[in-house]
């Protein structure tokens, strides 16, 4: 049986991306780093990886987002995680990851809902993203961020 490959879609070419793209090409994903601000996306600080300077949602619905696809989120604005977030809810993506605190995703919970999503819809997200391993810096982020894919991925 022949899987297609794994996809990551990180959206926020930030600090934790730079660990989390490495990690989880290293776990065999196919990673494509979207983030619309030109400056952050650039290949020198994201050598190999797939870049798109696009709007979220345009690469997300192009994609064709599938079972073996993960999408996360990681720019705390709104504007570009939001449309990331309603193309990954409309999807199968096996795994969905918002960065923020609980406030924060309290407040992004209430404009889901508004938006029409149910409780369950909601569930979905995994917010704060990454396993709780008490994680600070970066790569630590990007270690739990993977982890928790790997099991979102595993035991469903």
């Known amino acids: ?9 990180v959206v926020g070419a930030v600090h934790i991306t730079q660990a989390l793209a490495p990690m989880a090409a290293l776990a065999g994903y196919d990673v494509t780093v ?3 601000r030109g400056a ?19 690469v997300l619905e192009a994609a ?3 079972a073996r696809t993960a999408v996360v989120t990681l720019t705390h604005d709104p504007k ?14 096996f795994y969905i990851g918002a960065l ?14 508004e938006a029409g999503y149910s409780e369950d819809d909601i569930a979905r997200i995994h917010a704060p993203v990454g ?22 991925l595993r035991r469903g």
């Open 1 to 9: 049986v022949h899987n297609p490959p794994l996809r990551l879609f």
């Open 34 to 36: 979207i983030d619309p």
């Open 40 to 58: 952050f996306a650039t290949d020198e600080r994201f050598p190999g990886v797939t870049l798109s300077n696009e709007w979220p949602d345009t």
């Open 64 to 66: 064709d987002l599938d």
């Open 80 to 93: 570009i995680d939001d449309p990331a977030l309603n193309a990954a809810l409309k999807a199968n993506v």
């Open 100 to 113: 923020g605190s609980r406030r924060t995703h309290a407040k992004r919970v209430e404009r889901l809902q």
């Open 131 to 152: 396993l709780d391993i008490g994680s600070i810096l970066p790569a630590e982020i990007a270690v739990s961020v993977v982890g928790q894919m790997t099991e979102a």
